[in-house]
């Protein structure tokens, strides 16, 4: 019903940026948080940062003044747009969204993406 796409990772060396963007597609009714949380092997998946549908944003204190989050409602897209990288940024990043969609009655679910692979050398 509803599918969550991440595109935007990659390899890059420390201090460079990159921008994830995440598409939710499907029959949505409305899109009330989106998150992205990233995961290295061996640690628990950890949220970097949250955008609400409000407007109001979150992030955790190891990205926080560089990284921003920014959604555009109108295409269904949150965005994490991530500037002065560093090695330790490295992970998978995953996009996440509590949705609620219209078929058949309406019905509010978690969503996740894939995941797409960030690689911060140093």
């Known amino acids: 019903q509803v599918q969550l796409l991440e595109s935007g990772g990659g390899l890059v060396q420390a201090g460079g940026s990159l921008r994830l963007s995440c598409v939710a597609s499907?029959?949505?009714?409305?899109?009330?948080?989106m998150r992205w949380y990233r995961q290295t092997p061996g640690k628990q998946r950890e949220l970097v940062a949250g955008?609400?549908?409000?407007?109001?944003?979150n992030y955790a204190d190891s990205v926080r003044g560089r990284f921003t989050i920014s959604r555009d409602n109108a295409k269904n897209t949150v965005y994490l747009e991530m500037n002065s990288l560093k090695p330790e940024d490295t992970a998978v990043y995953s996009c996440?969204?509590?949705?609620?969609?219209?078929?058949?009655?309406?019905?509010?679910?978690?969503?996740w993406g894939q995941g797409t692979q960030v690689t911060v050398s140093s």
């Open positions: 996440n969204a509590l949705i609620t969609t219209g078929v058949s009655g309406m019905r509010t679910s978690n969503y």
């Open positions: 499907g029959s949505i009714f409305r899109i009330h948080h």
């Open positions: 955008s609400i549908s409000d407007g109001s944003t």
